[in-house]
């Protein structure tokens, strides 16, 4: 029988004031295999390591099991002791009487036998426990970036600098995601374009940057550090290699389209290019709206294109990419004012939301920076500002806080005011967040200023009457209710993911949450890694943020990334899946339920007396695997093991709680 | 299809002539209702305490018997539509209250497994609106109809379900497809004063009068309804109004089965609307719609 220690920790009084220690220890000092049992207040201090390694080399012990906190806290500072005492790391168990035991009871005799049950189970899992060995991975030291607003660009050239190759992969046809879009921001009052437009061309010229815009990742598969990505180039209709950014095309071409990029506040030609600083800087067919491709007639823009780069039988194609790393920046979207019925369900013209107020306040947008209602032109002299439209309202299903519109409200009245000085400019709030440095001040100075309205309250209704828009609602401060007159409305809307955010979560086998943002692994200590290895997180891809959060968290994948890429190659964590391949009868139930496609079938020889057969079994590749265990489960002929979590390990553990 | 029907008690006393209209418009397009027998109280107001399962004796009353008959129920008044669905929602969902109410009743046991629907709810299951336009005989064509929803018929939305409570279109539907014209006004959705109207007429005043007033506006030649409280409310505060603002043109209130049963080319006289405090008949007349009937 295997010699096994057990220490049992009192986490100061975590565990100690609802789990008799003492007794525990001394009740496992008599039990079958323990050769040595104690408790400590700290274990995972310096001096409890000390003394676990200590006993470890003294006893010359075969295996321990720490009752301490959950293994997510120090299972691996308590396997990194036992390594440095000589034993296999894998031989350290660890028992959740914290979590699972002290801070979930209240009765101390009670919690003190579940505690010494779940240690004597351990136990059994301990004696059975092998010594496992982890592998070496090779590494492809390239990363892909999917998206390419500010938060992508940011990843992506954090990597390229560090020296590392880099694909941006945007679905528009220019990069500059949203932020592209915003007139200044907050709450500097500098333009949007002056801070992301260097950003930009940096981009388009980094030697490590390989920039694929009008393009989607399609497929993906493999595992970490070595991904194979399918990605989607849809065409463009222009050689862009050829082109060189003349625009005569767009000058010349007769036909006018709405513009995606304005938002519905401008227009834009079939063949053009979204905004002046775009990068590249190449126009796109608009396939839809063409003259050419709707009749076969046109051609205008063949005639005047000086180097004949137009190509109408351009095709999608798909390129095929190794890549080691992935960081997901899908970015974010606007709730569509079709859900707030309330306001006009989209019905009224000048009922807005917010990217369309930073359409028409931009120097490059279609009024050219001058504050014009979108249904007259006329300027406005007199304003609305509803904020929480949709959002922390559970009745529109968005209870979450989209954390920017407090502040760009603020932005915008004060946008506002500065060019139009005796309009009226009034806010209703729920709350006013303005959590960071310098935001406070921000809204106060609009508030005080520029004598921005702020009303505490919600709307209830807007509606038209004789060419104003009313806006009836309440401020809860004076308990009165209030009906303003206005001449155009800006709703606050929910900040939500991008369309395309849950097929894509699908694509890279990525959780969303409810409402499709990406999940992180741990929501405090690993909150730009996603729970699938070597894909990380940035931006509003994982949750509403402004840009200073966004480039941060950024920031921080892009270090993530750089770490990884630092080793030569990976090292694969051993509790995987492993086949007895002398029961497994090759059925294969196990291939559909892997979560992470590592089960594949191969084709082994086996001798039976002089005859050689060929003969089908499972396999795992394991780089792929998880240890999650579900082929153990569907294995119908118990050939499925998963190292570490032996089903001979855990039917031991079940005997020692049960039997 | 067939249903049982609840009525109500305005139905069978000052609203008979919603009453009789529902009755014989609902016989043209094939909506069979059966009147629960000794049918009592809905119970007026959904009992909003949950500690108190008494409020809750009368409406699931009437949902076990409907159940018994096995149909599903059919009410027309908003208050009693609120009442009744909230409550088949609640016991279908709540056990304890369910086995209370039962064993306090000495009735079957009844989950909920029968639906409760609004008149208009009806008529949308089965295409009703379809139907409607393929049998109006008479459509109203030119008449400017403001409808009103009232706020029971439509909150609390996620129990209810009956529209979206903020834009809600079933009315515009029924107004289409009986050839009229659906006026737009904002306060269509905004509550009447409901019950407060016992404590006090003054609130009920203010609610009531932007209602008339803004449908007004609107120029709208009728308001339905499918609430006798939305219509006691307004009718009163119309009376109010007429007297004490010369400039408010008053304007017909009507439940809007009486113009269905216009449109489907009723008698006028079976119309009831010489019940109504406003007569309707001479803007009826006015728009070339009818051609009798002493206006």
Redesign the interface.
């Known amino acids: 029988m295997k010699k096994i220690g057990v220490f049992v920790c009192w986490c100061g009084l975590n565990i100690s004031s609802t789990v008799d220690v003492g007794k525990a220890s001394e009740e496992l000092k008599n039990y079958p295999g323990v050769f040595y049992a104690d408790d400590y207040k700290y274990l995972c201090s310096d001096p409890g390591q000390e003394l676990i390694k200590k006993t470890i080399i003294d006893n010359k012990l075969e295996g321990i099991v720490v009752a301490a906190c959950s293994p997510n806290m120090h299972e691996s500072t308590f396997r990194a002791a036992a390594e440095a005492a000589g034993l296999n790391p894998y031989r350290v168990e660890i028992t959740n009487i914290r979590e699972q035991t002290s801070w979930v009871h209240s009765n101390k005799e009670d919690a003190t036998i579940k505690a010494i049950q779940l240690i004597k189970a351990t136990v059994e899992k301990v004696k059975k426990s092998e010594d496992l060995f982890p592998q070496q991975i090779p590494l492809t030291k390239k990363v892909l970036v999917i998206g390419g607003g500010i938060s992508g660009m940011t990843v992506a050239l954090e990597v390229a600098e560090a020296g590392y190759p880099v694909i941006l992969v945007e679905k528009e046809p220019q990069i500059g995601g949203n932020m592209a879009k915003l007139s200044e921001t907050f709450p500097t009052l500098d333009c949007a374009s002056c801070i992301l437009t260097p950003k930009t061309a940096e981009v388009g010229r980094h030697s490590n940057i390989t920039l694929m815009t009008n393009s989607e990742v399609v497929e993906s598969s493999g595992y970490f550090g070595n991904f194979t990505v399918k990605i989607k180039r849809k065409p463009t209709f222009v050689d862009w290699e050829k082109c060189i950014g003349c625009m005569l095309c767009q000058e010349k071409c007769p036909k006018k389209t709405n513009s995606d990029f304005e938002h519905g506040m401008g227009k834009r030609k079939a063949i053009s290019v979204a905004f002046p600083q775009a990068i590249p800087y190449r126009p796109i067919i608009n396939e839809k709206e063409c003259i050419y491709f709707k009749t076969g007639k046109c051609k205008m823009c063949v005639k005047v294109c000086p180097v004949d780069c137009i190509e109408f039988e351009q095709l999608e194609n798909i390129v095929e990419e190794n890549i080691g790393a992935i960081v997901v920046a899908s970015g974010y979207e606007l709730l569509p004012k079709e859900k707030?019925?309330?306001y006009g369900?989209g019905k009224y013209a000048d009922v807005i939301d917010g990217m369309q107020f930073e359409r028409i306040a931009s120097a490059s947008g279609p009024t050219e920076g001058v504050i014009r209602r979108p249904s007259d032109g006329k300027i406005p002299q007199s304003i609305v500002f509803i904020q929480c439209a949709g959002s922390r309202d559970n009745?529109k299903d968005r209870p979450y806080c989209s954390k920017i519109c407090c502040m760009y409200t603020a932005k915008h009245a004060m946008l506002y005011k500065h060019q139009v000085h005796d309009g009226t400019a009034t806010v209703f709030y729920m709350d006013i967040r303005a959590g960071g440095k310098g935001y406070e001040e921000f809204v106060q100075r609009a508030i005080e200023d520029d004598h921005v309205l702020y009303l505490r309250g919600r709307v209830a209704?807007v509606?038209e009457?004789d060419g104003k828009l009313?806006v009836l609602g309440v401020d809860t401060l004076s308990s009165e209710q209030v009906r303003i007159e206005a001449d155009l409305v800006v709703l606050a809307t929910a900040v939500i993911p991008s369309e395309k955010a849950k097929v894509l979560g699908q694509t890279l086998k990525v959780g969303t949450d409810a409402y499709g943002f990406f999940n992180e692994a741990h929501p405090k200590l690993r909150p730009v890694e996603s729970m699938t290895k070597g894909v990380f997180l940035a931006g509003c891809a994982q949750a509403p943020r402004d840009i200073p959060e966004t480039v941060s968290q950024a920031t921080g994948a892009a270090a993530k990334v750089i770490t990884m890429f630092s080793k030569n190659h990976l090292v694969s964590d051993p509790q995987v899946a492993k086949v007895n391949e002398k029961i497994c009868v090759g059925c294969l139930q196990c291939e559909p339920i892997c979560p992470y496609k590592a089960i594949e079938p191969e084709t082994i020889e086996v001798r039976i007396g002089h005859t050689v057969e060929k003969r089908q079994v499972a396999t795992i590749n394991k780089g792929l695997c998880q240890g999650c265990g579900a082929c153990s489960v569907a294995c119908r002929s118990g050939a499925m093991n998963l190292s570490g979590f032996s089903n001979e390990q855990i039917l031991e553990e079940l005997k020692a709680l049960c039997l | 299809m067939k249903y049982s029907y609840f009525p109500g008690c305005t139905l069978h006393t000052q609203t008979k002539n919603f009453n009789d209209s529902i009755k014989s418009t609902s016989a043209i397009l094939d909506i069979e209702l059966e009147e629960l027998k000794d049918w009592q109280c809905c119970g007026a107001v959904y009992p909003l305490t949950t500690d108190s399962a008494m409020g809750l004796v009368s409406p699931y009353r009437s949902l076990q018997k409907a159940h018994e008959c096995g149909n599903n129920l059919v009410t027309v008044c908003s208050a009693c539509y609120n009442v009744l669905k909230r409550t088949n929602l609640t016991v279908a969902n709540d056990g304890e209250i369910r086995t209370k109410l039962s064993n306090y009743m000495d009735v079957d046991e009844y989950a909920g497994e029968s639906k409760v629907l609004h008149l208009l709810e009806a008529m949308r299951e089965n295409n009703g609106f379809g139907i409607i336009k393929e049998k109006t005989i008479n459509p109203l064509k030119g008449l400017k109809v403001a409808p009103y929803y009232g706020c029971l018929l439509l909150r609390p939305?996620?129990e209810l379900k009956f529209d979206?409570p903020?834009?809600p279109t079933i009315f515009e539907e029924f107004i289409k497809s009986i050839g009229a014209v659906a006026v737009d006004f904002?306060n269509r959705i905004e509550c009447c004063g409901a019950y407060v109207s016992i404590t006090s007429q003054r609130k009920v005043k203010g609610a009531s009068e932007s209602i008339l007033k803004s449908a007004s506006?609107r120029e709208a030649d009728i308001i339905i309804t499918s609430c006798p409280l939305c219509y006691h409310n307004l009718a009163k505060e119309q009376e109010r109004l007429e007297k004490d603002d010369y400039t408010f043109k008053p304007i017909p209130i009507l439940y809007f089965t009486q113009l269905l049963a216009l449109a489907l080319g009723l008698e006028v006289e079976s119309c009831g609307f010489e019940s109504n405090k406003i007569d309707a008949r001479p803007i009826l007349k006015s728009k070339g719609l009818i051609y009798r009937g002493d206006a």
């Open positions: 707030l019925s309330e369900q009745q209704r509606y009457e009313v | 939305s996620k979206d903020e834009n904002p506006n």
